[in-house]
């Protein structure tokens, strides 16, 4: 078993659906994290948890929200998107918040809006 | 802000043989960490080496080692007996007080 879980995998929803993307990490892990990873682009970093509390959100559209309802399960919900958001999204844990930890990521999920 | 450039956005190299993948990085900070992390196609991003910049030692995992030049502020990794398993995509990050940022990435591609 893995220690960041990501589901699903892929994801094609049209711009007027609502759909969520899951996280889960069996690790222990204070701190979340979303990433989005789009090709050619560096990994953009959405949201930041630690111990539940959102602490960072870089200026992402309000058609992404997160919740983070206990330390182990991470959200993002989806609504109204836009074909640019397309893109690979990544979750990621550490064990506290903060730059110098290793960051464990999950496999990812797949998200085309057409 | 800081930047992390990976000027390779893809390098080729045959089983066995060594390779050396780029990444360069602009900050006024002193104290940081750098970080490489490889992402396999369709499979989990995961840590291959990190240095303290504290540090003058070079960081070294099995046949993964970096050539960290502080005042240059570069920061390359180099793949020794490459094996087929390394094929991926590899990620520079640099990580300050409280910032990670991620280069480009780029692509090694691996022949046997």
């Known amino acids: 078993e893995t220690g960041v879980t990501q589901t699903p995998r892929h994801l094609v929803m049209g711009m007027t659906n609502k759909k969520s993307l899951k996280c889960e990490q069996h690790?222990?892990?204070?701190?979340m994290y979303w990433y989005k990873q789009s090709a050619k682009k560096p990994l953009e970093l959405m949201f930041v948890?630690?111990?539940?509390?959102?602490?960072e959100n870089n200026s992402v559209p309000s058609r992404f929200s997160p919740e983070c309802p206990n330390s182990s399960h991470l959200f993002l919900h989806l609504h109204t998107l836009q074909p640019e958001d397309s893109a690979l999204y990544l979750c990621?844990?550490?064990?506290?918040?903060?730059?110098?930890?290793?960051?464990?990521f999950g496999e990812g999920s797949r998200l085309t809006v057409l | 802000a800081q930047t992390v450039t990976q000027s390779q956005p893809e390098m080729s190299v045959q089983e066995a043989e060594t390779v050396t993948l780029s990444c360069t990085y602009d900050?006024?900070?002193?104290?940081?960490?750098l970080f490489w992390y490889k992402q396999p196609p369709s499979r989990q991003m995961i840590l291959v080496i990190r240095?303290?910049?504290?540090?003058?030692q070079n960081a070294t995992e099995n046949r993964f080692s970096v050539n960290f030049q502080k005042a240059a502020k570069s920061f390359s990794l180099k793949i020794s007996d490459s094996q087929l398993g390394d094929a991926a995509m590899y990620f520079c990050?640099?990580?300050?007080?409280?910032?990670?940022?991620f280069g480009k990435g780029t692509m090694l591609l691996v022949s046997p």
């Open positions: 990621a844990s550490s064990q506290d918040l903060g730059v110098a930890g290793e960051l464990f």
């Open positions: 690790l222990g892990h204070n701190a």
């Open positions: 948890y630690s111990l539940e509390e959102r602490v």
């Open positions: 900050t006024s900070e002193s104290d940081y960490y």
């Open positions: 240095q303290e910049a504290y540090k003058q």
């Open positions: 990050a640099w990580a300050g007080y409280s910032t990670l940022t």
